[in-house]
């Protein structure tokens, strides 16, 4: 099957610096990406859709200045966490669409757990 | 918007016994998708079962079958012979027909009972 690769698997960062979290497809190429944030205990919430070549799709209430996403190639999406705060404290997963017609199925990375202190 | 309901926050079942997640979803749309992930300790989401709303037949994959109500909007998913590899968190959801941004329920803790 499809292998989705997220890069780290944890990070702990002080309050104001930057994270980037890497999103990579293995094994395909993925025109679409998607982030999503899952709090403990809660379900995932999606925070934007990244699309190869074009600027992000963000859902509301996130905020795209603090959330950067950049989507260079068919196999890599990034996300950076600006100035990162405590609240962004949270387990973050991407996803990955598989190019082609069949596009039924979306494939997880493991997923990064960040912690702001 | 779509949403997913998933009303049983915890289940427990015994080992080899069968067991029954709910879940409903709600949606204007006439094509479109609907999965069952497990995600266990690891946090890895692991696609179980999917489901196609075009297709009457519900799916199954070896002890796993939903029974699938398109005009109830009724999604559950049936675990047969449950084992003790099958204890995790499962999430019910909602993907719009060429669209893989998905909608997920908000889980159930299924624990096996030895």
């Known amino acids: 099957g499809a292998v989705v690769s997220q890069h780290p698997s944890w990070v702990i960062c002080k309050s104001g610096t930057s994270v980037k979290i890497e999103c990579r497809s293995l094994d395909f190429q993925a025109t679409t990406m998607f982030w999503y944030r899952q709090f403990p205990k809660q379900s995932l919430m999606l925070m934007a859709t990244s699309n190869e070549g074009s600027k992000a799709t963000y859902e509301q209430g996130v905020e795209k200045d603090k959330f950067l996403i950049n989507h260079a190639s068919l196999t890599l999406s990034t996300l950076t966490v600006t100035s990162a705060h405590p609240e962004d404290s949270s387990f973050y997963i991407c996803?990955?669409?598989?190019?082609?017609?069949?596009?039924?199925?979306?494939?997880f990375g493991q997923g990064t757990r960040l912690t702001v202190v | 918007a779509q949403t997913v309901t998933q009303s049983q926050p915890e289940m427990s079942v015994q080992e080899a016994e069968t067991v029954t997640l709910s879940c409903t979803y709600d949606t204007s749309e006439s094509d479109y998708y609907l999965f069952w992930y497990k995600q266990p300790p690891s946090r890895q989401m692991i696609l179980v079962i999917r489901q196609e709303a075009y297709k009457q037949q519900n799916a199954t994959e070896n002890r796993f079958s939903v029974n699938f109500q398109k005009a109830a909007k009724s999604f559950s998913l049936k675990i047969s012979d449950s084992q003790l590899g099958d204890a995790a968190m499962y999430f019910c959801a909602y993907g719009d027909f060429g669209n893989e941004k998905l909608t997920f329920g908000t889980g159930t803790r299924l624990t096996i009972i030895p």
């Open positions: 996803s990955a669409q598989l190019l082609g017609p069949m596009n039924t199925e979306a494939f």
